[in-house]
DNA sequence: CGTCCAGGTCTAC
DNA sequence: GGTAGACCTGGACGC
């Protein structure tokens, strides 16, 4: 193991970083390439570098984030690997105005000591594909093919050039992925083809039009591009669906909510909507 | 065994 | 604009 980096767990405005409740986020950021094991906490994923993966281990280590490689690499490497690793941990995100918002709110009240961030993958092109896997399926089925994907990426997500080049007959008989393959080869086949730049997606550009960008993607409809969204640290949209739904009024003790009611209740968060409605679901994720 | 449906989307009215 | 039906898969049910 090899020292990657050692940075503090703080935001860009000074605020504490939780670095389990970065990690448990958040189930996409669980599905394979990634690991976790536990006691003491690490995240483990595969990062591909030129023809090799190399593994990378996260901890939490005396309030800092310290990422330790599985050999020895390159500055370069190291340099790419870093900042990737800072952007999936939102170290350079600036929760504050989430914090102020929430302040006098006694639901939020564990919030604040580091809640918040929704853990990304590398790349904009992972969360897309992963969120595709998880629509109109069991999870069950979403870690299968999450799984089938990194095994085709031997340890770590495939690129666009890899999906692009692989045989629907993989999509369809080793991942088992049905009707989604065709979504994913397609946006694999742009993306490659340099006519798609899903990664501009993330910032320099406002919430309407990554939504609408999102949303001509195939296999992604309201859901995905809110769930997209979430991922990118876009949080004024709410992700609903058919485990939220039922969760927001299982904690509220409602027997059922329409859509446009829970939005509204949220409505006073503003453009962190999203962010509060996912903390109240995913509060019992972990214990404090 | 058949039906239903799970962290939805698309197409055709 | 809203809604019905189809869609891959596989696990959970009822019969």
Redesign the pocket.
Known sequence: MTLLFEAPLRGAGGEPISFGRTVYS???AQLPPATLLESPLTYRRGFRIGKGVINVEMQERGGNLRARASERLRSRDTAVIVSTIRRMFRLDDDLSGFYRRIAADERFAWVTCGAGRILASPSVFEDVVKTIC????????TE?MTQALSDLGEGAFPDGALLARTPDSWY?EVA?????GPYVRTIAREVSDGRLDLESLRDGIADAEVERALLA?????????A?VMQLLGRHRQL?L???TRPKYCRLMGKKKAADSTIRRSFARYGEYAGLAFWLLLTRDWIED
């Open positions: 958040h189930g996409c998880t629509t109109n399926c069991a999870w069950s089925a299968r369809r088992r992925m049905g009707y989604r993607l195939p296999g992604i409809g309201p859901y995905g591009a769930h992700v669906d058919s485990w």
